[in-house]
């Protein structure tokens, strides 16, 4: 998986032409990031979010649980770009993290994986930020990129089949917040929401037989727009499985 990087350099002579290129660019705004353990310095798969194992590991394990960038769980999955700001220990990019959990701090913004906090370091400073427990931090929304992956959702394993359906949307690329998910039964063109149920999980009971259809409402730069993925879920969906959408957002 590949972030694109480009930490904003304000050059003298850019000043006036700043505002024309970085429209669509989003600044850093400053806050305070810390870290939390875990076995093995991944992600906590009992995330907020209801990630599961894909909260653990997505991402290599650079991930972190936000406060009030969780938005009632619509900030799960979204990128930021994290950099400390100590010159002396801290390096220029900082990490590049998915937001898999809920965490209040002191003040901060971002509780990091410990593998995601290591990355704000420079090369062999990681012990001193550890000893400082909480850095200044200046952070950015960034596109996520989730090289080779389309849209995919997961069959929540708390789904009973046929009478539960829950699921959960993972690779969500670019700069995107999925706001609403409807199904419908397959060739019927009447939608029904699915329920918010829990960090990123949307449900729904007694869905329709037969290959279901999904579509998402996504809402990014380009403002509100339904993707839609025709049978995205076969009939005999298991709990636990993950679908192919087919769509790729930008
Ligand atoms: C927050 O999300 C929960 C479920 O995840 C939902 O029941 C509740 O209505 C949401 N609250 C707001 C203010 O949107």
Redesign the pocket.
């Known amino acids: 998986m590949r972030f694109t990087i480009e930490k904003h350099i304000v050059f003298l002579g850019l000043v006036v032409l700043f505002p024309l290129i970085c429209t669509s660019q989003s600044t850093f705004k400053s806050s305070r990031a810390t870290y939390y353990d875990s076995p093995d310095d991944y992600g906590n798969p009992r995330g907020a979010c209801g990630f599961g194992e894909y909260g653990r590991t997505v991402n290599y394990g650079n991930v972190a649980g936000v406060s009030r960038l969780y938005r009632?769980?619509t900030g799960c999955g979204a990128c930021y770009q994290v950099t400390c700001t100590n010159p002396r220990y801290c390096s220029y990019d900082g990490v590049n993290i998915v937001v898999t959990d809920y965490g209040q701090g002191d003040r901060t913004d971002f509780i990091l994986s410990s593998r995601a906090y290591t990355k704000l370091a420079k090369p062999n400073m990681a012990l001193e930020l550890f000893a400082l427990g909480v850095v200044d931090v200046e952070y950015r929304r960034i596109s996520c990129k989730f090289s080779g992956y389309n849209l995919m959702f997961k069959v929540n394993e708390n789904s009973r089949y046929p009478q539960y359906l829950a699921i959960i949307i993972l690779y969500a690329e670019g700069q995107n917040d999925i706001t609403a998910v409807e199904l419908s039964q397959e060739n019927d063109d009447e939608w029904k929401p699915m329920r918010?149920?829990?960090?990123a999980v949307f449900d729904f009971s007694n869905p329709p037989e037969g290959s279901i259809s999904l579509r998402f409402q996504v809402k990014g730069s380009a403002g509100n727009t339904w993707v839609q993925s025709n049978n995205a879920i076969p009939s005999y969906w298991k709990p636990g499985a993950a679908y192919d959408s087919n769509i790729q957002l930008t």
């Open positions: 009632n769980g918010k149920a829990f960090g």
